[in-house]
C-alpha cells in the first residue's frame, strides 16, 4: 500500500455514458496526477494538480475532465468516451510539484465498449 | 522533444545473477531520475531514485548516473524470480513542474 487509493478498481461503460474516477492519497502530500498507461505504450501524463491548481493539462480531449477539491482528493469524470480510451488509469501524488517522487496507486482499469 | 529510451527486452537473467538495465535521456540539464518497478497487472512502484553522479545503493538495487554520457542504470544483485517485473525509468520534463517522462520500460525476467 503506497497511502493512494482508487476506486473503482475495474470499471466497464459504454460510449454514451457517464462515469467519475476517484483518487484519494493519505500522505500529506500537495501534488496530484492523472496518468493513462495504454497496452505497449509509455505512461502518460494527463494532468497535475498542485494545491487543487491544474497546473498541467497535456492536450487531454475534453472528454476527459478532472477535479480536485482538496489535496487529498482527484476525480476524473468521463463521458462519451471512445473505445481507443480503454487503458489502466492511474492517480498519482507526491510531496509537491518539484519534489517529483510520486507515488502511485492501484489504477482503474476502464474498459470502454 | 524530451525523451527516455530504454530497450523493452526481455531481459532474461537466470537467478542469483547480476541484472543490469539501462535508460538514456535527451534533456543534459535533466537533474533527477526514478527507477520505477511494475508487476503485471499492477501500478508502478518506486523503488530507487538518484540526483547526483556515481552510484546509489539500496539493498540490492544499485542506480548508476553518468550525466556526461545522459545514462541511468538499475543494477540488481543476487536476481530472485520475485524481480520479475518491467522497470520503467522517468525523467522529469522540467524542474517544478511535476512533469515526468517515462521510459517505455524493460521487462526482466529471472529463471530459477
Known amino acids: 500500500e503506497t497511502g493512494v487509493t482508487q476506486t473503482p478498481r475495474h470499471l466497464v461503460m459504454g460510449m454514451t455514458n457517464k462515469k467519475s474516477l476517484k483518487c484519494e492519497q493519505h500522505?500529506?502530500?500537495?501534488?496530484m496526477y492523472w496518468y493513462k498507461q495504454s497496452a505497449k505504450k509509455p505512461l502518460e501524463l494527463m494532468f497535475v494538480?498542485?494545491?487543487?491548481?491544474?497546473?498541467e493539462n497535456n492536450s487531454v480531449p475534453s472528454r476527459f475532465s478532472p477535479e480536485c477539491p482538496n489535496s487529498s482528493h482527484l476525480f476524473l469524470h468521463l463521458h462519451t468516451l471512445q473505445p481507443e480510451d480503454s487503458a489502466l488509469y492511474l492517480c498519482?501524488?507526491?510531496?509537491?510539484?518539484?519534489?517529483?517522487?510520486?507515488?502511485f496507486g492501484p489504477g482503474t482499469r476502464l474498459t470502454v465498449t | 522533444q524530451k525523451e527516455v529510451e530504454q530497450n523493452s527486452g526481455p531481459l532474461s537473467v537466470p537467478e542469483g545473477a547480476i541484472a543490469s538495465l539501462n535508460c538514456t535521456y535527451s534533456?543534459?540539464?535533466?537533474?533527477?531520475f526514478f527507477w520505477y518497478r511494475q508487476y503485471s497487472g499492477k501500478s508502478p512502484e518506486l523503488i530507487m531514485f538518484?540526483?547526483?553522479?556515481g552510484d546509489k545503493e539500496d539493498g540490492r538495487f544499485t542506480a548508476q548516473l553518468n550525466k556526461a554520457s545522459q545514462y541511468v542504470s538499475l543494477l540488481i544483485r543476487d536476481s530472485q524470480p520475485s524481480d520479475s517485473a518491467t522497470y520503467l525509468c522517468?525523467?522529469?520534463?522540467?524542474?517544478?513542474?511535476?512533469?515526468?517522462?517515462f521510459g517505455q520500460g524493460t521487462t526482466l525476467q529471472v529463471k530459477p
Open positions: 522517468a525523467v522529469p520534463f522540467s524542474s517544478n513542474t511535476g512533469k515526468l517522462i
Open positions: 534533456d543534459r540539464g535533466s537533474q533527477s
Open positions: 538518484i540526483y547526483s553522479n
Open positions: 498519482a501524488s507526491s510531496q509537491d510539484r518539484g519534489g517529483n517522487e510520486q507515488y
Open positions: 500522505l500529506g502530500h500537495n501534488a
Open positions: 494538480y498542485n494545491f487543487k491548481e491544474q497546473t
